[in-house]
């Protein structure tokens, strides 16, 4: 009898095994497929999405043409004959119309205070009082005395009428009564200086004793000041020396206060200084305010020259060149270099005196952009 290889039980085994890996296997197909659709259906959204977003080739802007050159777009300005001052910018400084120190001349204890920091007092106004006591009790002695003298002057006088006494005697006591009351003077000027007052109207500074203390004649009690007035003092070169006249009227400003103030010129040095060639020149300001303090700095413009129908440009259309300065014109609209020779200068302007007419039209602005023949458009004009 022929063996058996291929038992029953053994082949239901086999093709279990079997099954098992081809459901394996189409499960497994059947998730990458899954996958696969996943990524197919992103792809095919992404599509959808960017082709939303898209602009259609018909909605698509047209290139503008291209707009035909009209010239260099410029600023000008069509110049006429007017008023042109030569000016020149100095520094100086504010002084105060009067400035002292209020000092003792005795050396003494302060018994009184009646100064106020800062404050404006009036000429005489008592501001410390020294001690005076023993001054007053020299006084009161000398005074008795001065009744006495006065009394034998009168006797001998009546004596020496009638010849009854020499003449001698009576010189004597009409001497001693006469030098006794130049004592009582000079101590009298000695009490004065205990009361020590306002020299002048003004305003007090910081204060520097207090009652209690002793001073000397060294010792700074106070400053005062007059403000009502002030002064300007600077310095002009020595080519303006001759031009600044005493009585004329100067511009300034200062850096605490944008208004312009005016100063009328007093006084100038008698020479020039040495050491910088300049001439030292003072104006004299009201301040009735008191805005104007001394100390502060002054930027004062100087009126040099003036000239009545003079051309002039802005500084910023010249165009320096080797042979001098040049303006770009505009004519027919284009620009044209002309030469031109200038003058005086003042803030931001420039006087042309040869190479300009009245009515020429200056161009201002895009200089670097233009060259003899280029054609212009002009944005503005004044």
Known sequence: MTKNYFSIPKLQLNLSNYLNKSIYKMTHLKHRLFIDLQILAGYVALAAIIGACSI????????????????????????????????????????????????????????????????????GTLLFQLDQADLLAQLERLHQQEKLALLNEKRLKDLIDHEAIAQQDYDEVSTNLKVLQAQISELQVTIDKTRITAPFDGQLGMINTHVGAIVSVNTVLTDIEDNSVVKIEFSVPEKYSNVINVGSEQKFTTPSNENEFK???????????????????????????????????ARISLSLNTSADALAVSSQSLIPSSGGYAVFVSRNNKAEAVPVQIGQRSTGSVEIIKGLSPGDTVITSNLLRLSPGAPVSFVTIK
């Open 263 to 297: 100063t009328k010129v007093i006084a100038k040095a008698a020479s020039l200084s040495t050491d910088t060639r300049t001439l030292l020149v003072r104006g004299l300001t009201a301040n009735p305010q008191g805005k104007l303090l001394p100390g502060q700095s």
């Open 56 to 123: 259609k080739a018909g909605e698509l802007p047209s290139t503008p043409e291209k707009t035909a050159f009209a010239g260099v777009p410029v600023d000008g300005t069509i110049i006429h004959p007017g008023e042109l001052t030569d000016q020149l910018e100095v520094t100086g400084t504010i002084l105060a119309n009067q400035q002292v120190s209020i000092v003792s001349e005795l050396t003494r204890r302060v018994v009184k205070v009646n100064a106020k920091e800062g404050s404006k007092v009036k000429k």
